[in-house]
C-alpha cells in the first residue's frame, strides 16, 4: 500500500488549461497506481480546459461547487459527486461559470509506452 498525504501533493501543469491548480494526488511515483494516476484540480470562477481531445479516456468527479462540461455542442453542469467519463477522441471543453471555486478529482490512464 502506498499512502500519500494531501501535504505531499505535488502541483502539475496541465497543457490547454487556465484558471486552475492540479496536483497529483497519486501516480508516477515508485509503488503507486499502475494503470492511471489521479489529481485533484481546482478551478477559479472562469477557469476551464480545452476544448481539446486526448487519445485517451479521463473521468472528472465534481467535489465542490459546479463545472459545465460541453461536448458535442451540449453542455451539462455537473455538480457535487457528479461524475462523468470523456471518451479517447472526444472534442470537450470544460468551464467554471460560478463565483466560487470548483474542487475535481481527474481519473487518467498513463500515456501509451
Request: overall charge neutral.
Amino acid at each position: 500500500m502506498l499512502v500519500k498525504r494531501f501535504a505531499e501533493a505535488k502541483p502539475y501543469e496541465a497543457p490547454n488549461h487556465r484558471g486552475v491548480v492540479g496536483l497529483r494526488l497519486q501516480g508516477f511515483e515508485p509503488g503507486g497506481p499502475t494503470n492511471q494516476w489521479v489529481g485533484f484540480s481546482q478551478f477559479l470562477p472562469g477557469g476551464g480546459a480545452g476544448p481539446d481531445a486526448t487519445p485517451f479516456e479521463k473521468v472528472y468527479v465534481v467535489l465542490e461547487g459546479r463545472m459545465t462540461v460541453i461536448v458535442g455542442g451540449e453542455e451539462t453542469v455537473l455538480g457535487p459527486m457528479d461524475s462523468c467519463t470523456i471518451a479517447p477522441g472526444e472534442m470537450r471543453e470544460i468551464v467554471n461559470r460560478d463565483n466560487a471555486v470548483c474542487k475535481m478529482l481527474v481519473v487518467i490512464p498513463y500515456p501509451a509506452r
